[in-house]
């Protein structure tokens, strides 16, 4: 069994202008010491799935269930999900300055997160281990950090300390939200290597939600990859980047630029992502594939299925999952179309 394993989600919000339909029928499960990488456009519910997991989605109404070392957690109380949360599944959110409280100090922090979890911890030991934490993050001079406002570290130095508070209690899954989101390309690094040093050292799981195909290709082992809700496709990082089967997972690659390549212009994916109030009948996506035809517009797409003889790669898609008979119904829908390489 997987350290996570979740099946059929589906988690809708109820507006003044209809029902909002953010995840639907969404499933993956992830392995201790491995990284699932999730990503997608905005608005694909990717934060949406993970929060409603964790029991942050208020409000929302969720079927399905997600299983963690056996207990479902859509069926925990909020007493039993906030012993879960911080101890056993540590979290990293989009934006660190909004997640860490401004009027009190980092160290302060990290520390009483510690003693709600466990009572056996001392103030003096609850900040000893808060400095032990951010050295271990790379934060320098941390036993005179620690007593710094989170205004007085840098974006990269508060990502750390997010990092370092998810660490606190070596939980067996770290959920990270757009982790490396407004920092630059030098600090992304640092915190990517502070999260795979870490992992290596406890064998945490890793959730990594994403819109940075870069990041993905860096840290993931697997890739589910999310339009409008659902999963379009999943596959192992390699076979995702150079044997990819849906077309939006195809357009997303490319919109990417091509280091040390030929091309010459991005090819950006036309149209926009459809409303979750209001989603098009058939495959959510045929209003902006290039490989649509009739049976894409009005059918859902099929649940993911095995496609190239791979079961560890699955796409819920009309197109073929045999690599010849899916190049001729390209061909017949775009007969100018080449074969990318």
């Not at 859509?74 to 860490?100: H, N, T």
């Not at 997010?162 to 899954?173: E, T, Y």
Request: glycine share 8%.
């Amino acid at each position: 069994m997987a350290l996570l394993e979740v099946s059929e989600l589906e988690v809708s919000f109820t507006t003044s202008d209809g029902v909002v339909q953010a995840v639907r029928g969404l499933s993956f499960d992830v392995d201790e010491g491995r990284t699932l990488a999730i990503v997608g456009e905005s608005g694909s519910g990717k934060s949406v799935a993970t929060q409603t997991i964790t029991g942050l989605t208020r409000g929302a109404t969720v079927r399905g269930t997600a299983l963690f070392r056996g207990r479902d957690l859509l069926a925990a109380s909020p007493s039993e999900l906030r012993r879960v949360r911080g101890a056993e599944i540590g979290m990293i959110f989009q934006d660190p300055l909004s997640s860490l409280h401004p009027y009190y100090r980092v160290g302060w922090q990290i520390a009483e997160m510690l003693r709600a979890h466990d009572r056996s911890f001392s103030r003096s030991k609850a900040r000893a281990r808060a400095v032990e934490l951010l050295d271990m993050v790379g934060i320098p001079a941390a036993d005179t950090r620690v007593d710094d406002y989170p205004h007085q570290f840098s974006g990269g130095m508060r990502q750390r300390v997010m990092i370092a508070m998810a660490m606190a209690l070596n939980p067996a899954l770290l959920i990270a939200d757009e982790p490396t989101t407004a920092l630059d390309v030098t600090v992304q690094a640092q915190v990517l290597n502070v999260m795979r040093r870490l992992q290596q050292d406890f064998g945490t799981a890793i959730i990594l939600i994403t819109h940075d195909l870069g990041v993905v290709a860096e840290m993931s082992d697997e890739v589910v990859v999310m339009y409008a809700g659902r999963a379009m496709e999943r596959a192992p990082r390699r076979e995702l980047f150079y044997e990819h089967h849906h077309p939006y997972t195809e357009g997303l690659l490319a919109s990417l630029p091509e280091q040390g390549g030929t091309r010459e212009r991005l090819t950006p994916i036309p149209g926009a992502p459809p409303s979750l109030i209001r989603l098009p009948p058939g495959c959510p996506f045929a209003p902006r594939c290039p490989y649509a035809w009739d049976t894409c517009r009005h059918d859902p797409p099929p649940p993911l299925a095995e496609v190239f003889g791979d079961p560890h790669h699955r796409s819920a898609c009309w197109l073929s999952g045999d690599r010849e008979v899916r190049r001729q119904q390209r061909e017949t829908v775009r007969g100018d179309l080449q074969e990318p390489a």
